[in-house]
């Protein structure tokens, strides 16, 4: 049996890597989450009888120490986190609580064993890119918002417990995702929760700014076969489509595939926050997923045969 612990189980993200992994009965998976943005009807059921949830604040150290102490876990995924671009910007000072978390689980994953740790770290990292496409190495960490200081942060933090204790880790900086279980405040899903209403769809600033995006289904098979393959041990690895598109082109295609009347709404650019462009270097990733990244329309089709969470 090999025990693994999940935060944020209730997210996104969190909740699409447990129920693949639990697809394997060998795994027992716990997963925790606070609510903060998480939701009950998005932990995964399993066949396999192999998941169990608890409620658990990860920045909590009494919270999460009695998980840790309870099960013995061979590896975690912390993918825990204040997530947002707006929700960041509001909260400053309780996103850099996310800390207190990270620190939290590398302490408790060294003292009780743990053999790996697994982290979500984000392309928000790079800060304004100084080269293309983003390199794990090679390009600069130009962090300045909070939430981005938090994840560069916490790479540091697996960094120097790997130096000092050898608790090994793989870092994952994700790119935008998209998928049927994300909340409603990262574009795709609010795009198509506006256009499946007929509802104006706004964009920050003219729209030229492009982002490149990656379908759930990609992010998982990547992340799962570093782990089952034990590949980029102590390593930083992007998780990201590779194809730039302006975000006034995505709209239009959301607009285009639910034959919706919503119309685009310009606002002011955002002050802070909002890159002119991204892009990943996936050359690690490819060579992890061993096939092509599904294309963005191929991906909002299967998104649109599952709007349940969106709506
Ligand atoms: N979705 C993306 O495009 C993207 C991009 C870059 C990085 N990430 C990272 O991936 C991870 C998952 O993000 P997601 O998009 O699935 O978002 P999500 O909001 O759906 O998932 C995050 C989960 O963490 C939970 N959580 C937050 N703080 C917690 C705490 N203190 N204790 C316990 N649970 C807590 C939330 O309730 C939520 O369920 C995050 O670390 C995020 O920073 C995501």
């Not at 099960?71 to 947002?84: E, I, L, P, R």
């Not at 309780?94 to 590398?106: A, P, Q, R, Y």
């Not at 697996?158 to 935008?176: A, C, M, P, V, W």
Request: include cysteine; charged fraction near 25%; hydrophobic fraction near 35%.
């Amino acid at each position: 049996m090999t025990n693994i612990l999940i935060t944020g189980g209730a997210g996104f993200i969190p909740s699409c890597i447990a129920e693949k992994l639990a697809e394997k009965k060998d795994n027992q998976l716990i997963l925790v989450d606070n609510f903060l943005t998480g939701h009950i009807n998005k932990i995964p059921e399993s066949k396999n009888s192999n998941i169990k949830f608890i409620k658990c604040d990860v920045n909590n150290f009494q919270d999460i120490s009695s998980v840790f102490y309870a099960y013995k876990f061979d590896y975690v995924f912390h993918y825990a986190a204040m997530v947002g671009v707006k929700r960041t910007q509001e909260n400053p000072v309780k996103v850099l609580e996310d800390i207190s978390g990270i620190n939290n689980v590398l302490m408790l994953s060294k003292n009780t064993g743990v053999k790996r740790v697994y982290f979500s770290s984000s392309s928000e990292v790079y800060g304004e890119p100084v080269e293309f496409p983003q390199n794990e190495h090679t390009t600069p960490l130009n962090s300045r918002l909070p939430y981005a200081i938090v994840k560069n942060v916490g790479e540091a933090y697996l960094k120097s417990y790997k130096q000092e204790y050898g608790l090994d880790y793989t870092i994952f900086r994700f790119f935008n995702t998209y998928g049927p279980k994300q909340s409603k405040d990262f574009v795709i899903s609010k795009f198509i929760s506006a256009a499946l209403n007929n509802e104006d769809i706004t964009i920050y600033g003219d729209g030229s700014q492009t982002r490149t995006f990656c379908f759930i289904e990609d992010n998982i098979e990547a992340t799962t076969n570093a782990f089952y393959e034990n590949k980029f041990v102590n390593d930083v690895v992007n998780i990201g489509g590779d194809i730039e598109m302006p975000i006034l082109e995505v709209a239009k295609l959301i607009i285009k595939l639910t034959k919706s009347n919503s119309k685009i709404v310009h606002l002011p650019p955002l002050k802070d926050g909002d890159m002119t462009r991204r892009r990943p270097d996936t050359t690690k990733m490819k060579q992890l997923l061993k096939r092509d990244l599904l294309p963005l329309e191929d991906g909002l089709k299967k998104l649109l045969q599952n709007t349940s969470y969106i709506l």
